[in-house]
């Protein structure tokens, strides 16, 4: 059918629907074939803000996915969404204007449910709109019933080999949130404060002066520390300080971990305020004053300070230091204090009993894993093995939520002995399922408690490389080949799948990981919700197209942060109309013969696709999409386009039939091979312009061609300079490329007895010399 106008709206829908109808992209596989398995990062189904950054990061993998198909692999693609946790819970509050604690648990529920099986939808028809090759008859929650079986055989196999534990102990928590949460749900934010200069009374002697960020805390004080090699303080062994305000005594202590040069030098250890204070109250087995309330408050250990909020405890608190005399002095500091990363609130340190899994002392393994696995920049290892180095404390995977996977144990009520379920009867809801056993193999106790603590969000998306393989019943899916996500998430997407890897099967969870950068404004900031400053996706494919937009996201190699530009998007439209247009002309001299002759421009073209197609593999090889798009889109652009079809015009408008079929053939090889190294990045264009039999994304990979001719092109590269001599004179001079001059003395050095009549009918200088 004849092509006339491109209009990329039709040809994409057009293209979505036959994909579909087709089934083309569901997964199916012999035992001999050849796999790639893609562990899809599962999206937050509450991200109802889909943008560029969010096409970027989801096309970079894509371009991979669809270059494997056309290498013989079957790909194993499937969507998963991650729609248990935090996000989904505070999106439902803050749409619906509700207190999740003032409605039932199960109405609660049904809303985030609700909003799960919009944003499947929301996101299924972005990413059907971009063409992202997903097989969508493998979708997955992690809700859903097999995620949440294999989560919770996951924490049963840990527990049974010792690695996962119950206990009290200061975990941090978001006062916000009111839940646990782990180390990796951390940020630093940077906050203007005070350095509070406190004078403590000493039993017998003068004052001594500690300095605190965090006088809110003096309730909870349990020792003084300094330096057992700083000579002021040494005559403090053996005395008591008495804590400004709450009136009781502590003792002084040494450790040779307190800075001499911060501060004072005397460090005051409350629990718990930091790390610090944390690690002196284990090692020295120091008294606990738990001083916080689960949402942020001061409890009664505050004395008249109950019920106060940490800001408004904190206040009071300065205020009746200075009345009394025990506020010395104040400065003015910038203070970086870690918040939850879903609220931004400051995280603080309170006594609760959680589940853990044992993670803090086994860094060199998780380095060792993480060395096993290709990272794709390779610079993202030294991100992963930072992380790893900086581990303080076991990954705690309870949370006090009410939308998640549950945790599948139950308590004895007598013994507190822990209830497992078997295999065959997970998944299981403990706070509706009955025990597993009538009485407590123990005690012989007959009643239960469930637990009712939810799993950490990265306690269940860390099992989807082994979920996958369940998926399908077959273990030749495990390890995947794939793990493709952003670069803030390889601390706990990717650290916590090989955690779980390692553990259950000793395996790295992944072969490949490939870690994108994000997405920013035109100004250079991150795209964000709360800056707004973002087209939202379907605005911007709808306005370009998806070729044009999957064509921008190539501008950044992997790593990398990629600037919002309309002006690349642009370029990718121009891009598809060039391959439109060349298209049409090679279409309209078509010629129906096989009796061709191949001229000298024809092996050129042909040797330098071979270049092209072997540059261009080895960069898909290495997941360099980017280097590989520039590759193709200068071979076209340049050598084929600007180049070759300029060289053979006079061919195909001449009366010699065998050098047009040669012309006209080599168009259509070079042309079909550009289409199909094309096809990864740009599907919708290249699929309408493919003419073989079945779809160009499961058509064969371009291989180096056999060039049928004898002529000896090995100085070809002159009489292009010749040409483009002739070009630059006809530009300085006005005259069109196309317009014939009489005659011209080349000063390019080249042989015209083998290049003479070629560059004269190329260029259209009738006498050259």
Not at 17 to 37: G, R
Not at 277 to 303: A, C, M, V
Not at 477 to 495: C, G, K, M, Q, S
Not at 687 to 699: A, D, N, Q, R, V
């Amino acid at each position: 059918m004849e092509k006339t106008n491109y209009d990329f709206k039709i040809i994409e829908e057009k293209w979505r629907k036959k994909w579909e109808d087709d089934k083309l992209f569901e997964f199916s596989f012999n035992e001999n074939d050849k796999l790639f398995v893609v562990d899809t990062p599962p999206p937050y189904v509450s991200a109802d803000h889909l943008h560029a950054g969010h096409i970027m990061s989801y096309a970079q993998a894509e371009f991979i996915v669809r270059y494997k198909r056309m290498r013989g692999y079957k790909v194993f693609y499937p969507m998963g969404f991650d729609d248990n946790g935090l996000p989904t819970e505070r999106f439902v509050e803050k749409k619906y204007k509700i207190d999740k604690n003032k409605i039932t648990k199960k109405e609660f529920i049904d809303l985030c449910l609700k909003e799960t099986e919009k944003g499947i939808e929301t996101y299924r028809n972005l990413w059907n709109k971009l063409g992202i090759s997903v097989d969508w008859s493998k979708t997955y929650s992690t809700i859903a019933p097999l995620p949440t079986k294999v989560s919770q055989w996951s924490l049963i196999d840990l527990y049974n080999k010792g690695l996962l534990y119950r206990q009290e102990l200061p975990i941090l928590w978001c006062p916000n949130c009111q839940t646990a949460i782990s180390q990796s749900d951390l940020e630093d934010k940077e906050y203007d404060s005070k350095m509070n200069y406190i004078s403590f009374p000493v039993s017998g002697e003068d004052n001594v002066l500690i300095a605190t960020t965090r006088p809110e805390l003096l309730g909870a004080c349990v020792a003084l520390y300094f330096n057992p090699d700083d000579e002021r303080y040494k005559e403090l062994i053996g005395k008591k300080a008495i804590v400004p305000l709450f009136d009781y005594e502590v003792n002084f202590k040494t450790s040779r971990e307190v800075d001499m040069e911060k501060g004072t030098g005397l460090m005051m250890v409350c629990t718990w305020g930091d790390q610090e204070d944390l690690e002196k109250w284990r090692l020295d087995n120091l008294e606990t004053k738990s001083l916080l309330t689960p949402d942020g408050k001061i409890n009664e250990l505050g004395g008249k300070y109950c019920g106060l909020k940490i800001e408004e405890a904190r206040k009071e608190i300065i205020k009746d230091l200075n009345e009394k005399g025990f506020l010395v002095r104040q400065e003015d500091i910038k203070h970086s204090v870690n918040v939850h990363e879903r609220c931004d609130t400051p995280v603080e340190l309170i006594l609760s009993k959680q589940w853990f899994i044992k993670i803090a002392d086994n860094k060199d393994k998780w380095i060792e894993m993480g060395k096993k696995i290709n990272w794709h920049p390779q610079t993202m290892f030294q991100s992963y093995e930072s992380w790893v180095s900086s581990l303080k404390w076991d990954w705690c995977v309870s949370r006090q939520r009410y939308y998640g996977v549950p945790f599948p144990f139950w308590y004895c009520s007598n013994c507190e002995k822990i209830i497992l379920p078997e295999e065959k009867d997970l998944p299981v809801i403990p706070t509706k399922d009955n025990s597993p056993v009538k009485a407590c193999p123990n005690c012989g106790c007959t009643k239960f408690i469930p637990e009712t603590d939810v799993m950490d969000t990265w306690a269940t998306s860390s099992c989807t490389p082994f979920l996958l393989k369940e998926m399908i019943n077959n273990d030749k899916l495990f390890p995947v080949d794939l793990r493709p996500n952003a670069h803030e998430i390889i601390r706990t997407w990717d650290f916590y799948s090989i955690v779980k890897s390692f553990y259950h099967f000793e395996s790295i969870p992944f072969k490949n990981i490939m870690v994108s950068g994000h997405g920013l404004d035109e100004k250079g900031k991150k795209i964000s919700k709360r800056l707004g400053n973002y087209v939202p996706s379907d605005q911007l494919v709808e306005e370009y197209g998806a070729d044009a937009i999957r064509y921008w996201a190539t501008g950044a190699t992997l790593g990398q942060n990629l600037r919002f530009n309309p002006q690349e998007i642009k370029k990718g439209k121009q891009i598809a109309n060039k391959l439109w247009n060349v298209y049409r002309f090679i279409k309209m001299n078509d010629i129906n013969t096989n009796d061709y002759e191949l001229d000298y421009s024809d092996c050129w073209i042909l040797q330098e696709l071979n270049k092209t197609i072997k540059e261009t593999t080895k960069h898909f090889d290495n997941y360099y999409y980017a280097k590989a798009k520039n590759e193709i889109e200068e071979f076209f652009m340049s050598k084929f386009a600007d180049y070759y079809i300029e060289f053979v015009k006079y061919r195909l408008y001449g009366d010699d039939i065998k050098s047009k079929a040669g012309a006209v053939r080599t168009l259509n090889i070079v042309f079909n091979d550009i289409l199909k190294m094309f096809a990864p990045i740009i599907p919708f264009i290249t699929e309408e312009l493919f003419e073989g039999e079945k779809s160009i994304h499961i058509s064969d990979w371009p291989k180096e061609k056999e060039i049928e001719s004898s002529l000896d092109i090995s100085d070809f590269e002159k009489s292009i300079d010749a040409i483009n001599e002739v070009r630059k004179y006809k530009s300085e001079n006005k005259i069109s490329l196309g317009a014939e001059i009489e005659e011209y003395k080349l000063k390019t050095d080249v042989d015209l007895n083998k290049y003479g009549d070629f560059i004269s009918k190329a260029i259209r200088v009738k006498n050259l010399k």
